[in-house]
């Protein structure tokens, strides 16, 4: 009877904490923020900056973007302006990495944003009627 009890009670924390437990990581257009930016401005941005799923993982494109791809990406983006929580900028995520990639060396100078970048990325080729892809 205890072992119903305690598990009914951690059931019951669960929901009431909102503790959601394995959930996918937030998609880098939930992660990026500007002012007055709307959520497709986003997923413009990130295809700009070189981000290959903007959107999460999507089922059918390839995941190629390396560790340096996603740095590169998130100093592109922390230079047009937008912001996230500290965990995802760039300089902290260098700062978890053991092994460091290119793109986390001093005075490296962070790309910036390309319109031919988006429109020749991944998922406008799989996706080529997505509204950020025109």
Request: glycine share 8%; proline share 8%.
């Amino acid at each position: 009877m205890g072992k119903k009890i305690l598990v009914s009670f951690a059931i019951f924390l669960n929901g009431c904490l909102g503790y959601k437990p394995f959930q996918p990581p937030p998609s880098g257009s939930e992660i990026w923020k500007k002012e007055g930016a709307s959520e497709a401005m986003v997923t413009l941005a990130l295809l700009e900056c070189g981000s290959r799923e903007p959107r999460g993982r999507v089922p059918g494109l390839q995941e190629t973007e390396t560790v340096n791809d996603d740095v590169l990406t998130r100093l592109c983006m922390e230079k047009s302006g937008f912001t996230s929580d500290s965990q995802y900028s760039a300089a902290n995520f260098c700062q978890m990495l053991g092994n460091k990639p290119t793109a986390c060396n001093p005075g490296i100078v962070p790309p910036t944003r390309d319109v031919s970048r988006r429109l020749n990325s991944q998922f406008c080729k799989a996706f080529p009627d997505a509204d950020v892809c025109h």
